[in-house]
Structure formats: C-alpha cells, structure tokens
C-alpha cells in the first residue's frame, strides 16, 4: 500500500514530462518549421533533462505526430457525429463547418501549426492525419447519399471540394483576426448547397433545411 502515492506520483510526473515535451515541441514546430526543428531545440524548450526525450518518443517525427493525431482525432470526431445527426443537407454541412470553423477560433495555434507545416504534414502523414479525416468525410458522405440527403455524385470529388473549402477558409479564420466562425460556417454552407442543387437537387427542396432554399436569408453572410 505505501507504493501507490510513489507510483501515483511517478505516473503523475511521467504524463506532466510527456505534456510538456509536447507543448514544447507545437511552439518549435510553429516558430521553425518541422524542417529546422531538431530534438535538441524542442528539449531546449521544454526546459527537461536532455535525455527525458527518448523516454517518451524515438524521435520528432513521431512527437510531430503526436502533437497533430489528439486534435485532429478530437475535431474528427466531432464533425462525424455532427453529420451523422444531419437530417438535413445543411443540417450535415453546416454543422460540420461550424464545428471546424469554431474551434479555429477557440485555438488559432493548432491550425497555425498545420499551416506552419504543411507541406510536413501532407507528406509525412498522407495515410494518417490527413487520410483519416478524407476517409471518414467519405464515409459521412456515402451515408448522407444513401440517406437522400446528397445526390448521387462523385464522392471523391466531392470530398476533396469540401475538404479544400474548410482547409482554405480556415486559413483566412486564422490569418485574419475578428472573423465571425459562425458567419464563415453559413458562407460556405450557401456556396455549396446552391451549387449542389445544379446536380439535381431542385426537386429535393424540402430536404435542405430551411435558410438554404433560393430566396431565403437565414444563411445570409
């Protein structure tokens, strides 16, 4: 029994040494670069032992990751179950922006990150960090089809169109400040729902939800 508070506290310092040799490492990968950054400068920042990096990663590919997989895992999961909800064509791209565009906003230095390092994250991670994300907006999307939410169209194109919005309005939610997530949320949701009704949604109106409709202003920006 006297172990437990030696072995609490050892876990306890072991998951503080870990937290911070990631946080560490956001504020080198966003200020350097993933290029530049050595394992030597995260170290440096995080102000531990030199050595304590090897007890918690091989090297900084994998604290990179790291440092990507819990939020993207966490927003991920979030605008699934928002799309799984949607009873709605812009019930499942409204909610899924804003879910995205909102936390943006709430933590601007995550996807400063992302965009720090892009090209790091693009190619490093093609099957995990970003393919995980395309493959479930996928899957979201041959269920909204299946549900006639969508119409039948290319799901590939499709993704790649929604994935490319969000990427790039993102961008501006986090270059320029005062931006208002839920006004870019219904921009984009207008953009693609009127496009998407040139496919053959004009005799599926009444599943777009309301705002959405020509000549409705809910979604007005």
Not at 77 to 95: N, V
Not at 115 to 135: C, D
Not at 169 to 187: K, W, Y
Not at 191 to 198: D, K
Request: proline letters at 4%; hydrophobic letters at 45%.
């Amino acid at each position: 029994m006297s172990s437990l508070p030696r072995d609490n506290k050892r876990e306890h310092n072991k998951q503080a040494n870990r937290a911070t040799l990631i946080e560490a490492a956001r504020v080198c990968f966003v200020g350097m670069g993933f290029d530049a950054v050595t394992v030597r400068d995260i170290v440096r920042e995080s102000g531990l032992a030199p050595g304590t990096f090897y007890n918690y990663f091989p090297d900084k590919e994998a604290l990179f990751k790291e440092v990507l997989d819990e939020r993207m895992g966490e927003i991920t999961r979030r605008m699934h179950a928002m799309r799984a909800e949607a009873a709605t064509l812009s019930d499942f791209l409204y909610g899924a922006f804003q879910t995205l565009f909102e936390k943006i906003i709430e933590e601007p230095c995550f996807f400063e990150l992302i965009l720090r390092n892009e090209y790091a994250v693009r190619s490093l991670f093609k099957e995990t960090v970003v393919g995980i994300p395309m493959q479930q907006l996928k899957g979201d999307l041959n269920d909204a089809m299946a549900r006639g939410l969508f119409p039948e169209l290319d799901v590939d194109l499709l993704a790649a169109a929604l994935y490319g919005m969000a990427f790039e309005i993102g961008r501006v939610l986090c270059e320029q400040g005062g931006r208002d997530p839920d006004q870019a949320a219904r921009f984009a949701t207008r953009m693609l729902v009127e496009g998407i009704q040139t496919f053959g949604l004009s005799g599926m109106r009444a599943k777009l939800g309301r705002g959405i409709a020509p000549g409705m202003t809910v979604i007005q920006t």
